[in-house]
């Protein structure tokens, strides 16, 4: 006779396709985070067909709630569910569901607001006459300078 581990694995092989374990084991080993469709896809390492159709039938069959804001629909284990804890309590004893995943990290204050550069409270950064020049990609002949009735001054 095999481990627990080895039987637990089995028994998902035979119950759940490898996404659909992969999926279960992250959305019911984790409960009580949200994700987001894409945040799902990347975790479980699968496509993004078949992670968003494991998505929509577990949204369908009442497994998931689903939370959209903005463009983003957020997913997560629906505890109200009539059979949550015994598929809580499936997904635990027979998936490898790891540690805990690390809650969506705050933004890291380096990427905050900048400060201005030296000289540009007081004004002095003015914006260039004219852009960067770009390599000439075309046949065609170079733009001409900008002229003063464009807005710019000319110093």
Known sequence: MGSI?????????ALFSSIQRRVLALLFGH??????SAEVIRLVR????????????????GWLT??????????QAWRACPAFHELHALVLKTLEVGP???????PSPRLGPRPLPAGAA?????????PAPQPDRSPS???PPPSPKDGWKVW
């Open 46 to 61: 699968g496509g993004t067909g078949g992670v968003h159709r494991e998505l929509r039938r577990l949204e369908k069959a």
């Open 100 to 106: 805990s995943v690390a809650p969506v990290a705050k």
């Open 5 to 13: 581990s080895a039987r637990g694995n089995a028994l998902a092989e």
């Open 122 to 130: 007081r004004g002095a950064l003015r914006p260039s006459p004219s």
């Open 31 to 36: 409960p009580e985070r949200r994700f987001q």
């Open 66 to 75: 689903v939370e959209r804001i903005g463009n983003q629909k957020h997913y």
């Open 141 to 143: 002949p170079p733009a």
